[in-house]
């Protein structure tokens, strides 16, 4: 039986991500966009998927205020390493994806901002098990292309509106499928 409500959240995650080719029509071609597209949806997913495991794990501590996104860089170092053994990768809080789109209007230097959080990322797995995992996982979300505008105040704009618009998405209560379901759209759409 098919279930209605994850066809629509399926539906509703293919208009999105059309609206946002629309809005950047142009700017990126077809190919190249499905890797800003992917990227920046992963680059969310990993983001809230480490804010709200390290948020759940303060709140069954009985902090329940805590926010992980809020806390200050200089605290959050000191569970880098458990962090990275238990989940494989650490984000800073200022380098979560919701921190840096809130952000993104107004910097400047919002390409080599992403250029150093991406980086950031994938050291953040070296030496672990993970390592080979996020080792290049940025490669194809290039920040200087062309594609994106011929100066760097349009690339800068293009980058933040994709951020922008990634992050209006409603991501279902299953992210990986929706990760899936928007790879197999965009390769429909653009292969």
């Known amino acids: 039986m098919i279930d209605t409500k994850k066809e629509q959240e399926r539906d509703e995650l293919h208009r999105a991500i059309w609206a946002i080719a629309d809005e950047l029509r142009g700017a990126v071609d077809g190919w190249d966009f499905k890797n800003y597209v992917l990227g920046t949806m992963f680059y969310r997913y990993i983001s809230e998927n480490l804010c709200n495991y390290i948020n759940s794990g303060e709140i069954e501590a009985g902090n ?87 100066n760097l105040q349009k690339q800068t704009d293009t980058i933040a509106g994709v951020l922008k618009a990634i992050g209006k998405l409603e991501l279902v209560k299953t992210p990986g499928d929706t990760l899936g379901d928007a790879y197999e759209y965009l390769i429909s759409q653009f292969a």
């Open 64 to 150: 329940t205020d805590f926010d992980y996104a809020k806390m200050s860089d200089e605290e959050a170092e000191e569970a880098r390493e458990g962090l990275v053994e238990e989940k494989g990768f650490f984000i800073l809080p200022s380098e979560l994806f919701c921190n840096v789109r809130s952000k993104a209007a107004d910097d400047e230097n919002l390409n080599e901002t992403l250029e150093q959080v991406f980086r950031n990322i994938e050291e953040s797995a070296k030496g672990s098990e993970s390592e080979s995992d996020f080792e290049g996982l940025f490669d194809d979300y290039d920040l200087y292309s062309k594609r994106l505008g011929q």
